[in-house]
């Protein structure tokens, strides 16, 4: 099953002008902890997925009161220097959609 | 006696609108005030560093019209964070401006409180050598440079300059750059009611009813503090608070939904507790409060980095698409090569393909598929706007006509949407400061002017 299938939100944003954050959010709390206990979403799944280094995932968090997993990054640059593509950060979140969670 | 503070919050930013319907059953529940915000960094470094506002003037007197008119009608305050979108000195005046309008319109006057936020260059300076500046997650080390540079700094003022506005006496407090949750809060720390818990729920109610769901950053949200907790309730009844919107809300634009810091603290959420009261609300209970030490704020500034030029065209040549890269390569050599007398340094010129990685960049991961259009922006930033006319001219004009390897479509390379094609985009500007400074006083950086304006009476 893909991420896309299991999270009712999968958004990014910046977190102000030097990081970028990604929300992964379900419904239930079964859902929330299967992609959890998968570690798809872990820093170095992520950095490899991003093609980023992993130092530059800057955290992790899975938090349960809103059944999300949120992970940030160091922004390539800061929002709106030169070779900006996405001054807020809001369509960085695409290549999540895919990702295959195991049963 | 179990006392209680209701804030109105009309839109999540100051001119992005809001139905009267909901206002109207926001202020059918007696609120204590009525709070905005009216600024973020998201829009980008542009309208920080330029000193305009990336709102729109006529949709925030509409705004404000609406909100003191209900103010002085029900004697309750009005607070708007952040004026102008930035909050430095040009946006708080412009912010100011239409306040004067919409009194006069109103025909009304008002004690208008205005907070200024302007951090001058020498004292930035001054804390950078006291060892009082510290960076903000992976911003780069201040320099002096970088503060001489930028148009603007300003700071985010925390409740404290508020609330010493309200004890004034100020029926109208206008801020400059204010973290979001400060004119929120202000009126219930005011009261006597948890710090902790007015701050968290400011910070819910800065975005109105994006919280919410269906959410919305044009909707109203009325938040009820007591001593034990706050509740929260979408003032459309198309729209309810749910345990997940709200909880939600706290990843919103966050590094950690954990820990959020601010001036002078970190808010702490481990110990949260979200209940649904019924259909529409949610009460939040347990937030904490971390203070800091020593009290930190906010700076942010803005630099010019040149001027922008331009051009805008697509390409449907499936032979040109396949060896798009290298053609790319090819003109850009050609434009150095022909503008020997042009430093390279003074120039940068930019080739996006939309289709390919326009989106994302380097962080692109899907590389293989062969698109059957892209859409492509030449940009050149350079030291002058003449410089980057000249240059974003000449290499749109050499990828028009590049000669690539068995090209068929001989009679132009590009197809353009505009004429004219190229388009001076003006000043450029980049985040410079986005660093914490460490203040003796809470209030002293931001200067308060009271004073009567609108209709003399």
């Given at each position: 099953m893909k991420l896309s299938d299991l999270a009712t939100v999968i958004r990014s944003k910046n977190a102000g002008p030097f990081e970028l954050t990604f929300d992964v959010l379900f419904a239930t709390h079964d859902d929330f902890e299967r992609v959890v206990r998968s570690e798809v979403l872990s820093a170095a799944k992520f950095a490899e997925l991003f093609q980023i280094s992993l130092s530059d995932v800057i955290s992790v968090v899975e938090f349960e009161p809103a059944l999300a997993i949120k992970v940030t990054i160091k922004r390539s640059r800061s929002s709106g220097a030169f070779g900006e593509t996405d001054v807020y950060g809001a369509q960085q979140h695409a290549p999540l959609l895919s990702l295959e969670i195991p049963d | 006696m179990n006392h209680s503070i209701s804030i109105l919050s009309p839109t999540a930013i100051l001119g992005y609108g809001f139905p009267e319907s909901s206002f109207e059953a926001g202020l059918a529940r007696n609120p204590d005030a009525i709070a905005v915000d009216a600024g973020s960094t998201d829009p980008g470094p542009y309208y920080l560093g330029s000193g305009e506002s990336f709102t729109n003037r006529e949709a925030v007197k509409r705004d404000l019209t609406l909100m003191i008119k209900a103010g002085l009608e029900r004697d309750i305050p009005v607070l708007i964070g952040t004026a102008g979108g930035s909050g430095a000195r040009p946006h708080l005046q412009w912010c100011l401006e239409v306040i004067d309008e919409v009194l006069c319109d109103l025909n009304r006057s008002a004690r208008v409180a205005e907070i200024a936020s302007d951090q001058d260059q020498d004292s930035v300076i001054n804390a950078l050598h006291a060892g009082r500046i510290s960076a903000l997650g992976p911003a780069p080390h201040l320099t002096e440079d970088a503060i001489t540079n930028s148009t603007y700094i300003v700071a985010q003022m925390g409740v404290e300059p508020v609330i010493e506005a309200l004890e004034h006496g100020a029926q109208i407090v206008v801020t400059g750059r204010c973290y979001d949750p400060a004119v929120f809060a202000a009126v219930p720390i005011r009261a006597g009611l948890s710090e902790a818990l007015s701050l968290h729920m400011g910070k819910i109610l800065e975005c109105a009813a994006i919280a919410a769901v269906p959410g919305s950053g044009s909707d109203c949200m009325l938040g009820v503090l007591d001593e034990g907790g706050f509740t929260l309730e979408a003032l459309s009844p198309e729209r309810q608070c749910t345990v997940t919107s709200v909880a939600a809300h706290t990843l919103y634009e966050k590094t950690d939904p954990r820990f959020l810091p601010g001036p002078g603290g970190v808010l702490d959420l481990t110990a949260c507790h979200f209940e649904q009261l019924d259909e529409r609300r949610v009460r939040v209970t347990g937030t904490q409060l971390q203070k800091s030490d020593r009290y930190t704020i906010k700076l942010e500034g803005a630099q010019p980095v040149g001027f922008r030029t331009i051009s805008i065209a697509g390409i449907r040549a499936p032979d040109l698409i396949q060896q798009l890269d290298e053609v790319l390569l090819a003109v850009r050599g050609r434009v150095f090569t022909n503008f020997q007398s042009i430093d390279q340094a003074e120039v940068q010129l930019l080739f996006r393909v939309y289709g390919k990685d326009g989106v994302m960049g380097e962080l692109e991961p899907c590389r293989e598929q062969l698109p059957h259009e892209v859409g492509l922006v030449i940009e050149v930033v350079a030291k002058t706007q003449s410089l980057a006319d000249t240059v974003c001219s000449f290499a749109r004009s050499t990828l028009l006509h590049f000669g690539y390897p068995g090209r068929q479509s001989t009679a132009g390379n590009l197809a353009f949407p505009y004429s004219p094609s190229d388009i001076s985009h003006g000043v450029v500007y980049e985040f410079s400061v986005y660093h914490l400074m460490t203040v003796?006083?809470?209030?002293?950086p931001f200067p308060i002017q009271i004073k009567v304006r609108g209709v003399s009476r």
């Open positions: - | 003796d006083d809470p209030k002293s």
